[in-house]
């Protein structure tokens, strides 16, 4: 491996198509305000290194970001790449991740709208993210100890397992396919609406009219505060555990909850065959 080490560079593609290089320690930043400082590369490591500039890290294949600030000002960091680790960074910038194969993300800051579209094998843990719009059209997403802050969050993903995260984050899930979360935190108005297959285990949910128009929901030991007007026809299977304030419509399946403060069987333009119940 070659080694790029203590240098600065601001200039328009100035280590364009770079092979087989230790980059350490060098900023990417200055007057010139350069783009794609690093597009098209193959086999590089980036270490603890400043980013200042947009478009970086575009084209790239075997890619190892560690110890590296990406600032606000490196927006649209990294699209079009494979092959990716990226380890106890920062990513800042607006859209940091789009259109990426193959991506390992471990103790990394993330502050990013827009974050994550349409990628393919995605795996993050131990990190924070917050954005708009995060995870969108993304597939095959594995996410361990993720604390999450944003709106309209893994819209459309498809085959995901989340377990042991955080996330504050309104309408979440929405469109979302094959999707298995365990042992987490979810708050936020309007959850997972329009799923199809979505799972919730050993987890807790906050917040207004969660999980309607669902098909194939399973909560498995779930727990539900301040949850009014819930599963609003929905094919739902769902065991919770205490109080839901509210369960209406519910459109097919079974939910059984210790106590439920108003089932709203009314005004529906389906047929309604749900049963809701509390446990004896």
């Not at 305000?33 to 947009?54: T, Y």
């Not at 699209?79 to 940091?96: Q, T």
């Not at 469109?175 to 799972?199: I, M, Q, R």
């Amino acid at each position: 491996m070659n080694k790029i080490e203590n240098k600065t560079f601001s200039s328009e593609r100035s280590l364009y198509n770079l092979i087989d290089t230790i980059v350490i320690n060098c900023q990417f930043s200055g007057i010139e305000d350069g783009e794609s400082p690093l597009k098209e590369g193959r086999n590089i490591s980036l270490l603890n290194s400043l980013i200042d500039l947009r478009y970086p890290l575009w084209h790239d294949v075997n890619l190892i970001v560690e110890d590296t600030t990406l600032t606000t000002n490196s927006r649209a960091a990294l699209w079009y790449s494979k092959n990716i680790k990226i380890n106890n960074s920062y990513l800042h910038g607006i859209k940091a991740l789009r259109e990426c194969e193959n991506i390992e993300i471990n103790n990394t800051d993330i502050i990013s709208d827009e974050f994550g579209w349409r990628n393919n094998n995605l795996n993050i843990s131990n990190s924070k993210l917050e954005g708009v719009y995060a995870f969108f059209e993304t597939k095959n997403i594995e996410i361990d100890n993720l604390t999450f802050k944003g709106k309209y969050s893994f819209q459309y993903v498809n085959n995901m397992h989340i377990k042991d995260s955080n996330f504050n984050t309104k309408d979440a899930f929405w469109h979302a396919s094959n999707v298995v979360v365990k042992d987490s935190y979810l708050e936020g108005e309007y959850l997972g609406w329009y799923s199809n297959n979505l799972t919730l285990i050993n987890c807790t949910i906050k917040g207004t009219q969660p999980l309607c128009y669902c098909k194939n929901l399973k909560l498995i030991n779930c727990k539900m505060i301040d949850c009014d007007l819930a599963f609003e026809y929905s094919e739902v299977e769902a065991n919770i555990i205490g109080n839901i304030l509210s369960v209406k419509n519910v459109l097919k399946g079974e939910v059984i909850a210790d106590s439920i403060g108003e089932i709203i069987n009314k005004d529906s333009i389906y047929k309604i065959e749900g049963v809701v119940k509390t446990r004896k």
